[in-house]
C-alpha cells in the first residue's frame, strides 16, 4: 500500500502564494504520473496539474500560468507551486499517483483557503 502525504496548505490573501508538498511511501521515478486534484464544497473533485514520467506536464486551464507542478525523484516528493492565487482556488487539494498497473492511490487532502 502506497501512502502520499501532504502537506503546505492553509490561508492566504488574494495574489499570494503557497506551495504544497506530496511525499510519496515509496519512488516515484518510474510512476505513470503524479497529479493534484482539487475539490471545492459542492462541487466534483478536478484534476489541476500532472507530471508524467518523462517530465511532461499539463493543467487545468483555470491554473495555466499561475501553479507549476514539479518534483523530486530524490525525495519521493511532487510540489504544487501556487501563485496569484484567487478565491475561486479555495478546496481541498489531494495528491494522487497512478502507476503503468492501472492502480491509484491518493493522499488525505490538505486545505486551501484564500480570502482576505
Known amino acids: 500500500q502506497v501512502q502520499l502525504v501532504e502537506s503546505g496548505g492553509g490561508l492566504v490573501q488574494p495574489g499570494g502564494s503557497l506551495r504544497l508538498s506530496c511525499a510519496a511511501s515509496?519512488?516515484?521515478?518510474?510512476?505513470?504520473?503524479m497529479g493534484w486534484y482539487r475539490q471545492a464544497p459542492g462541487k466534483q473533485r478536478e484534476l489541476v496539474a500532472s507530471i508524467y514520467r518523462d517530465g511532461s506536464t499539463s493543467y487545468a486551464d483555470s491554473v495555466k500560468g499561475r501553479f507549476t507542478i514539479s518534483r523530486d525523484n530524490a525525495k519521493n516528493t511532487v510540489y504544487l507551486q501556487m501563485n496569484s492565487l484567487k478565491p475561486e482556488d479555495t478546496a481541498v487539494y489531494y495528491c494522487n499517483m497512478r502507476t503503468y498497473y492501472n492502480e491509484e492511490y491518493w493522499g488525505q487532502g490538505t486545505q486551501v483557503t484564500v480570502s482576505s
Open positions: 515509496r519512488s516515484i521515478n518510474s510512476i505513470y504520473a
